[in-house]
């Protein structure tokens, strides 16, 4: 039950952004054992300059293709994570031609407690899931 929010900057195709969108949920499923069906994303797109993506002093420089994931989880382990951000530098480079130094993830961890999937129901506390 990850939300994946994908901001990009304006400029992509629907097909590009698409293969973005089932790669970025191959990576979801592969690394957190989620069901196919276990997809909630979301994608932002922003005129050029509006997303400030530096390098916090690693010293590369991003392209205008860069691209920032947050993905809004349950707690997962750090292998998971690990696994999750590796996933996503190789399957963005060799699916969609992202240069891996182009893709800034940053999880936020939540309880059950924190989602609603309809209804105004928290399904998780009422036994639903």
């Known amino acids: 039950m990850p939300l994946v929010r994908i901001d990009v900057t304006e400029g992509r195709n629907e097909e590009e952004l698409k293969v973005l969108m089932d790669t970025v949920q191959e990576c979801v499923i592969s690394a957190f054992k989620v069901p196919e069906r276990d997809r909630y994303q979301i994608v932002t797109e922003?005129?050029?300059?509006?997303?400030?993506?530096?390098?916090?002093?690693?010293?590369?420089?991003?392209?205008e293709r860069a691209i920032a994931v947050q993905v809004f989880t349950s707690p997962r382990t750090t292998v998971m994570k690990k696994?999750?951000?590796?996933?996503?530098?190789?399957?963005?480079?060799?699916?969609?031609?992202?240069?891996?130094?182009?893709?800034?993830?940053?999880?936020?961890?939540?309880?059950?407690?924190?989602?609603?999937?309809?209804?105004?129901?928290?399904?998780?506390?009422?036994?639903?899931?």
Request: some cysteine; charged content about 25%; aromatic content about 10%.
């Open 46 to 63: 922003h005129k050029p300059g509006r997303m400030i993506l530096q390098d916090t002093g690693l010293g590369f420089e991003r392209t």
């Open 83 to 129: 696994k999750f951000c590796e996933l996503m530098a190789d399957k963005l480079h060799t699916q969609c031609g992202l240069d891996p130094k182009d893709l800034l993830i940053s999880f936020m961890t939540n309880t059950d407690v924190d989602w609603s999937f309809g209804y105004g129901e928290i399904q998780y506390l009422n036994g639903k899931l």
